[in-house]
């Protein structure tokens, strides 16, 4: 089943762990990966922005291993779930794939959810990642 599999990364080690699980993802089936990071509506200086040399990495690494891909940095002024819920709906994805991390339900309440909001507006499956524990 070969199709788009989008994935929303940030240079976190949860965007990352994201990351290495979509490549593994269209490595089964020959899928094209489709990468997406944004600024936090419109903030492009923020530490969820990748730096140029990021994006580059990530393209070498792709290309290095024969992955068809697409690096899309959204510079629109929507929220980083929007970006990714356009994206797979623009590209017909049959898969999001998406870093999560461990927050309090106050901090879901008073600061949103990207991964809420992804989980609940995909128009595909949606695949949730969490980062390994360190130590």
């Not at 068809?68 to 623009?90: F, K």
């Not at 949103?112 to 130590?135: F, H, I, M, N, R």
């Amino acid at each position: 089943m070969s199709g788009v599999v989008v994935i929303g990364y940030i240079p976190t080690p949860e965007g990352i762990a994201a990351f290495e699980r979509a490549k593994d993802e269209v490595v089964i089936d020959g899928s094209t990966l489709v990468v997406v990071n944004t600024g936090q509506s419109g903030n492009f200086a923020g530490s969820t922005f990748a730096s140029p040399a990021d994006i580059d990495a990530i393209d070498v690494e792709l290309t290095g291993a024969g992955i068809a891909h697409e690096v899309i940095q959204s510079t629109d002024e929507v929220s980083p779930a929007e970006a990714i819920l356009r994206v797979a709906q623009e590209k017909d994805a049959r898969l999001i794939v998406i870093g999560v991390r461990r927050r309090t339900p106050v901090g879901k309440l008073f600061l949103g959810s990207t991964s809420q909001q992804v989980l609940l507006d995909a128009p595909c499956a949606v695949l949730a990642v969490k980062a390994a524990k360190s130590g």
